[in-house]
């Protein structure tokens, strides 16, 4: 069973939809022990950073994932859920729970294209993700995907290792971050059509381990 952590940070039923296609059983809880005791653990998330931690630590999930990540369970961050197991969030000020070292940056004012042309904050809508590092999650992901993204904040791992994938909107981004069994993405697999499906799929059969 694949647990969806339910954290009230939104995009639950989207993502269990999505695997309910693809034929993979999951279930939306907020359950410590049923969320330890699952194969794998999709961890998503729209909303402010600062509310989400603190309804992590009432419900003690902050705990739980730790435990997870600890014990090698594969982990899927979702949007929000990419940027908050980075270390800090620039967004209300938040210490977060420190996954992967980094912090989450919010988008400059202005945001500018080479041109000069003013790009729109919130980033929302289909975009091309670069991979730069092979991961069994991304296998057969094609350079000229798109994925849909939605935020005004991106993640900056501390180190270079833990960038999977970039995107480009006025400036180059993280888009997908990951360690050992943790991998994390900015857009929404759940909302990108077949690529996205793909993503969820390479996920719910992978064991953890990276090449």
Known sequence: MIAIIDYKAGNLKSVERALGKL???CRITHDGEEILHSERI??????????????????????????????????????????IILDK????????????????????SPLLLGEGERLKIPHMGWNGVHVIKQHPVLEGIMPADEFYFVHSYYPVPALDQFVIGTTDYGLEFSSII??????????????????????????????????
């Open 178 to 211: 990951g360690h050992k069994n943790l991998i994390a993405m900015q857009f929404h697999p759940e909302k990108s059509g077949v690529p996205g499906l793909k993503i969820l799929k390479n996920f719910c059969t992978w064991d953890g381990r990276v090449f």
């Open 89 to 108: 969030s620039e967004e209300n000020n938040t210490q977060c729970l420190g996954l992967i070292g980094g912090e989450v940056k919010q988008f400059p």
């Open 23 to 25: 034929g993979f059983a």
């Open 42 to 83: 999709i961890f998503p998330g729209v909303g402010a950073a600062g509310k989400a931690i603190d309804d992590l630590i009432h419900l003690g999930l902050d705990l739980v994932l730790s435990q997870a990540f600890d014990a090698g369970k594969p982990i899927l961050g979702i949007c929000l859920g990419a940027q």
